[in-house]
């Protein structure tokens, strides 16, 4: 999130903002936070940023997870949603539910299979 006031710009990130101006249009100035290109006033430097750190949950910075999701053809002609969220996999499958501590399905191991992700 950034907040830009007369003389200030507030951010709230995970990563450190960077403020720039701008290659193609030299008038532009931005400040970029967690991957957000935010137009700033012309005035605001990197002194005039004031930061404040999002906690990272679970060990690691959430603007680093990544997901990924598929929709795959089931064999009687449903359709299911593959996700994986940071290395967690799930299926809405019915067989997915029933896998127990295997959590996994014939979806899954597909997708795993055509990318080699094995």
Same mark, same amino acid.
């Given at each position: 999130?950034?907040?830009?006031?007369?003389?200030?710009?507030?951010?709230?990130?995970?990563?450190?903002?960077?403020?720039?101006?701008?290659?193609?249009?030299?008038?532009?100035?931005?400040?970029?936070?967690?991957?957000?290109?935010?137009?700033?006033?012309?005035?605001? $430097?990197?002194?005039?940023?004031?930061?404040?750190?999002?906690?990272?949950? +679970? /060990?690691? =910075?959430?603007?680093?997870?990544?997901?990924?999701?598929?929709?795959?053809?089931?064999?009687?002609?449903?359709?299911?949603?593959?996700?994986?969220?940071?290395?967690?996999?799930?299926?809405?499958?019915?067989?997915?539910?029933?896998?127990?501590? $295997?959590?996994?399905?014939?979806?899954?191991?597909?997708?795993?299979?055509? +990318? /080699?992700? =094995?």
């Amino acid at each position: 999130m950034v907040i830009i006031t007369d003389n200030k710009a507030v951010v709230h990130s995970y990563m450190v903002p960077v403020v720039l101006n701008s290659v193609i249009e030299p008038s532009k100035k931005y400040l970029i936070a967690d991957g957000v290109w935010t137009e700033v006033p012309d005035h605001i $430097s990197y002194s005039n940023v004031v930061w404040f750190q999002k906690p990272f949950k +679970n /060990g690691k =910075n959430e603007a680093f997870k990544v997901q990924m999701d598929w929709e795959v053809d089931g064999s009687k002609g449903k359709k299911y949603k593959v996700e994986n969220y940071d290395g967690r996999w799930s299926c809405s499958c019915p067989a997915f539910g029933w896998s127990g501590n $295997s959590r996994t399905c014939k979806h899954i191991t597909k997708i795993k299979t055509d +990318n /080699g992700w =094995n």
